[in-house]
């Protein structure tokens, strides 16, 4: 048992020298004390102190040395056990206690293996935020139902046998009448069937097999006719299907499959579908256009990206900082091709394709999207696809008949309350469809009216 004050004064009398000297004082106290017990602690009382439950002696403190758990009065970083500049001197063992610095600048001490902020295992990239429901706070449908027991309104689906469908190419894979019939796995038709979907429209029916089946293909179909879920579809499930490769640790992302589309718009509208199609299947879509901050589109492609859907542009941008890397994209699909060699973008598109490190044709799978067929799109095709199949759906260069497009002048000061009329009109009849209000003066001088 340790001596208290007063039994370290007692012993002290008793040794001091016969010579009569006085004994030195202790602790700068001269009247001594009667002798007391020492105190125990609570958890002690009861029993003797075990010597395994005695603290052990503080070892001596090096001169100028700071003993574990002072104060440090000037400053400087914090001592810590494990880890270059963090670390404790040498010889403080790794049960050693930082030393906290009085004042601002440094940081406390943690024991342990160091590292700073990348301490954590497998770092920022093992972090993935919880998937978002693309479909807003709607009900999932139920996977037992059957496609054909679905309502889908705004399509007249009925209308769509009427539409004229010619295919060219050899072993041209046979068109298909329901999902159900094309193998796209059971988190993907699950979707499908979340989407609503009754049954496929025309170029669908004859587009999945054919790139499910492996083959490139040049559609021209026309405007509203379902082409993002033509390609879409049988690029997420060859995805599923193929192994996960290993994709190399860096900051720079190696998506799977790319998406060229000429606008932000149309851009953006791809994305969504394409996470709906994706929704909890582990297969990550982003998105990346020009006129908007490039930093959360970097963010975003940091986390993982496996389909990227992306204006020819910015996609340029992302491959020149080296933050995007093609070399590992096995489907490339370019929608509305005309659009974008109208808006200039064929010396860009050519550049991503053939010059930049994505695979060769062959190699890769190929699909090109277009309205119209002018020599231009044939040459492109001739360039970018390899034993390709021809696929023609409805008139070359028309919209559908199932869009009214109607033109009205309409006064400036009119042009709101006319708009209101038109909705509520519309409301009123129970007419499905979606009102197209332009305003003149933005087209007129090639402003983006739509972009908001």
């Known amino acids: 048992m340790r001596s208290s004050w007063a039994d370290s004064v007692a012993n002290a009398e008793e040794s001091a020298p016969a010579t009569g000297a006085a004994p030195a004082p202790v602790a700068n106290h001269q009247n001594s004390r009667p002798t007391r017990s020492s105190y125990v602690p609570p958890h002690l009382r009861g029993g003797g102190r075990s010597p395994e439950n005695q603290v052990p002696a503080a070892a001596p403190t090096p001169a100028g040395a700071y003993p574990s758990g002072a104060v440090q ?3 400087g970083y914090a001592a810590a056990v494990g880890g270059t500049r963090w670390a404790a001197p040498p010889g403080a063992g790794s049960a050693g206690v930082g030393v906290v610095r009085q004042g601002g600048g440094g940081r406390g001490a943690v024991g342990g ?28 449908a139920a996977v037992d139902v059957d496609f054909e027991s679905q309502q889908n309104t705004g399509i007249n689906f009925d209308a769509y046998e009427d539409i004229p ?42 587009a999945i097999p054919i790139v499910i089946g492996g083959r490139d293909l040049m559609a021209c179909a026309q405007t509203g006719s379902g082409k993002t879920a033509a390609f879409c579809f049988p690029i997420i499930s060859g995805i599923l299907k193929s192994r996960p490769p290993q994709r190399p640790r860096a900051r720079t992302a190696f998506p799977l499959a790319l998406i060229l589309s ?17 929704y909890q299947t582990g297969v990550k879509a982003c998105v990346a256009y020009g006129g908007a901050p490039i930093h959360q589109q970097l963010r975003e492609l940091e986390r993982g990206v496996d389909i990227l859907v992306a204006t020819p542009g910015r996609l340029m941008d992302l491959l020149e900082r080296a933050r995007v890397s093609l070399q590992m994209v096995n489907y490339l699909a370019l929608d509305e091709a005309d659009r974008m060699l109208d808006m200039g973008f064929e010396p860009q598109i050519r550049k991503i394709v053939e010059q930049m490190d994505m695979p060769p044709r062959g190699v890769r799978q190929t699909m090109l999207f277009s309205a119209t067929f002018p020599k231009e799109i044939q040459r492109l ?39 209101m009329d038109l909705i509520h009109a519309q409301k009123a009849n129970d007419v499905p469809g979606k009102v197209l209000f332009i305003d003149y003066f933005f087209c007129l001088h090639c402003f983006d009216s739509l972009s908001s």
């Open 381 to 419: 095709a001739s360039d970018f696809l390899a034993d390709y199949i021809f696929l023609a759906v409805g008139r070359v260069g028309s919209s559908t008949d199932l869009i009214a497009q109607r033109v009205e002048f309409v006064l400036e000061a009119d042009k709101r309350s006319y708009l």
């Open 113 to 140: 293996a160091g590292g700073g902020w990348n301490s954590r295992p497998g770092g920022w990239g093992d972090r993935r935020d919880r998937e978002p429901n693309p479909f807003g706070d709607s009900e999932p």
């Open 262 to 278: 000429p606008t932000r718009e149309l851009s953006v509208q791809i994305h969504e579908e394409a996470k709906k199609f994706a």
């Open 165 to 206: 469908v010619e295919t060219s190419g050899h072993d041209v894979p046979p068109a298909v009448n329901t999902f159900a019939e094309i193998d796209l796995g059971d988190a993907l038709n699950e979707n499908i069937r979340r989407c609503k979907y009754v049954r496929p429209t025309p170029v669908q029916r004859h």
């Open 73 to 75: 009065p000037s400053g």
